[in-house]
């Protein structure tokens, strides 16, 4: 069957550490991989997207990787800070625009 | 651009009663997306239109559930009946099909849902 999974736990790092949350994978062909925002209360915010030929995408302090191999994108948020504790989804889109979301991964970032 | 508007942002009603979420995409996309999201499932695709036509609406649960978008700025999802296992939070989202920020969605601000 076809499964997208996060880290189910919520990640706690000291501020200035790196954040690498995982995505991983099944049964999907995907053609591009997203990583969005969302805060409580609010709706997803985009942040990244890499596609099936790209290895790896930066933007700021956000890196993400995409191993099609592994079926695995890694998401990096380096010098973390407070500010970017909050739950961070993985989506995948597949044929015709069909976007699928992981179930999110909660991040703390601890002062 | 005021971004995606999503109406009412919150709504309670009662078993049975008819429910219809509204909303406005950002002006110039041609994808309009419909997601249902609660704690147990987390975000589900319900439904998505390309300029204006319903491409894909797999996820949408039962036939209770409509969406319809009569042009390229409105689109309203309705429920009737609505049941309380419909409570969540309902987001529109629209992305663009062409150009360098092709495939990234915007999302409104979602529309808490409550059914007693």
């Known amino acids: 069957s076809q499964k997208i999974e996060q880290n189910s736990e919520a990640l706690n790092i000291q501020e200035g550490k790196t954040a690498t949350l995982t995505c991983n994978y099944t049964?999907?062909?995907?053609?591009?991989l997203q990583w969005y925002r969302q805060d409580p209360g609010r709706g997803p915010v985009f942040l990244l997207l890499?596609?099936?030929?790209?290895k790896e995408k930066r933007k700021e302090r956000l890196k993400v990787t995409f191993d099609t191999t592994l079926k695995q994108s890694l998401f990096h948020i380096t010098a973390s800070q407070p500010a970017d504790s909050a739950t961070y989804l993985c989506?995948?889109?597949?044929?015709?625009?069909?976007?699928?979301f992981g179930a999110g991964t909660r991040l703390f970032v601890k002062a | 651009d005021a971004g995606v508007i999503q109406s009412p942002r919150h709504e309670v009603t009662e078993m049975g009663q008819e429910v219809t979420l509204r909303c406005k995409p950002i002006?110039?996309?041609?994808?309009l997306f419909w997601y249902r999201q609660t704690m147990m499932r987390g975000l589900e695709l319900l439904i998505y239109?390309?300029?204006?036509?319903?491409?894909?609406d797999s996820g949408m649960p039962e036939d209770r559930f409509s969406a319809k978008m009569p042009n390229a700025s409105f689109s309203t999802l309705k429920i009737q009946p609505s049941e309380p296992r419909d409570s969540a939070v309902y987001f529109c989202?629209?992305?663009?099909?062409?150009?360098?920020?092709?495939?990234?969605?915007?999302f409104g601000p979602g529309t808490r849902l409550t059914v007693l």
């Open positions: 002006s110039g996309h041609d994808y």
């Open positions: 989202a629209s992305s663009l099909s062409w150009g360098r920020l092709r495939n990234e969605q915007f």
């Open positions: 049964n999907y062909s995907p053609a591009y």
């Open positions: 239109f390309n300029n204006n036509v319903p491409i894909d």
């Open positions: 989506a995948l889109g597949t044929g015709g625009f069909k976007t699928i």
């Open positions: 890499i596609r099936e030929n790209e």
